[in-house]
């Protein structure tokens, strides 16, 4: 079975901080990860994405991730948080040999402080 | 371009009732996923079309659950009999999905439905 854990539902940082949302998964085959990010009434939008190329993945609005297979983690990272980033993040994990279905974690609250 | 559509955004029903929700995929794009969103959840994996056929339909819950793609494009998730516990966001997902290969999703903004 596969799975990812976010650790933390909500975290809260200031605005110009590190963000650091923290993603663990479970797969026993080389996985495919991503990050979404959830706007409130909003639909699931691609962050980033990790296929087993370069382990470090730069993303949208400033995000990065690094695929790390000997902590099996997939972090989202920003060096310096805007007030715009304040939203719900989700990590999903998928792999070719079981369809293509993803699985995602139960999300991540991201709350900017002015 | 065009996105993923669902409608209605929005659907209450009542306990018993029978409803079908829509998804228009982005155009060309093969792969077709429904997830449904619990309050506080994550997306959780319903079904899977590639092309008109349910490719894997392991993530359907019981047997109220159905959804069809009949021209491999629109897709329509029915339940019938509703309950309660129903009450959820019915998110629709398409990907221009290469065979052995694993491709972006691209999510609609979701069906919110209630159940009285």
């Known amino acids: 079975a596969q799975s990812v854990t976010q650790l933390g539902s909500h975290v809260s940082v200031s605005e110009g901080a590190l963000v650091l949302l923290r993603c663990n998964y479970s797969s026993s085959v080389p996985p495919y990860l991503f990050w979404y990010v959830q706007y409130p009434n909003q639909g699931l939008q691609l962050l980033l994405k990790?296929?087993?190329?370069?382990?470090l993945v730069k993303g949208i609005n400033g995000f990065e991730a690094e695929f790390k297979k000997s902590e099996t983690s997939f972090h989202l990272t920003k060096p310096s948080a805007h007030m715009s980033d304040a939203a719900e993040y989700f990590c999903?994990?998928?792999?070719?040999?079981?369809?293509?279905?993803?699985?995602f974690g139960t999300g991540t609250s991201l709350t900017v402080i002015p | 371009g065009a996105g993923v559509s669902q409608t209605p955004s929005n659907k209450v029903t009542e306990k018993g009732k029978y409803v079908e929700l829509r998804c228009d995929p982005i155009?060309?794009?093969?792969?077709l996923y429904w997830y449904r969103q619990s309050l506080g959840q994550g997306p959780e994996f319903l079904i899977y079309?590639?092309?008109?056929?349910?490719?894997?339909d392991s993530g359907l819950p019981n047997d109220r659950f159905f959804a069809v793609r009949p021209e491999g494009s629109v897709s329509t998730l029915k339940i019938q009999r509703t309950e309660r516990g129903d009450s959820a966001v019915y998110l629709c997902?398409?990907?221009?999905?290469?065979?052995?290969?694993?491709?972006?999703?691209?999510f609609g903004p979701g069906t919110r439905l209630t159940v009285l």
């Open positions: 999903a994990v998928s792999r070719s040999n079981t369809g293509n279905q993803f699985y």
């Open positions: 155009s060309g794009h093969t792969a």
């Open positions: 997902a398409s990907s221009a999905q290469l065979a052995g290969g694993i491709d972006t999703q691209y």
């Open positions: 990790y296929t087993s190329a370069a382990t």
């Open positions: 079309f590639q092309g008109t056929g349910a490719a894997d």
